[in-house]
């Protein structure tokens, strides 16, 4: 079994299209654990709010398998397959990182790098990946996860309630 860690992201009927995209992936590997929720505005284009998340899971699936049955999902939930990267989307899923493999894949929807670089650019990504694994160590990089937060902490971000969305922000 492989550990990995994947960023869930939706900006359309966010929380259950998240809820949904989590009970996919729990059919199919095993669901370890899941950070809280974080509510930030879209990056790279006008759009509503996005909801983001971290789930950690162990897989079976090789990293180029995981990715092309991320795609298929991402597509199940209405993503169209030549969408621009910054657009909304009912569902994103993104490989952040596995093991601790570092590398470029070839897939059938482009490439796959690992570990994933938004991991350092978006507090968005690295917050909730901190919240369920602070000791993370970048395998690309060898430093911790936790020296990048100081300069991605002044980024918008909102934690979301436990019970949101009954008293939170509307997605």
Known sequence: MSRVFL???SNIDAHNNLRRGIDCLAQQHTLV???PWYGSPAVGFDGPEFINLVVEIDTEQTPVALAHSLKRLEFDFGRPQHASKFSSRALD???L????QC???PTEFGTLTLPRDDIWRYAFV???LLDIYPQA???LRQRPLQADWPTLSEQPLQRLPAHWPEHSVQA
Request: one cysteine or more; hydrophobic letters at 30%; charged letters at 20%.
């Open 33 to 35: 654990q899941e950070s």
């Open 93 to 95: 899923v993104d490989i």
């Open 137 to 139: 160590v970048c395998p």
């Open 7 to 9: 960023g869930l992201g």
């Open 103 to 105: 590398g470029s894949w």
């Open 97 to 100: 990182m596995y093991d601790q």
């Open 126 to 128: 690295l917050r909730p």
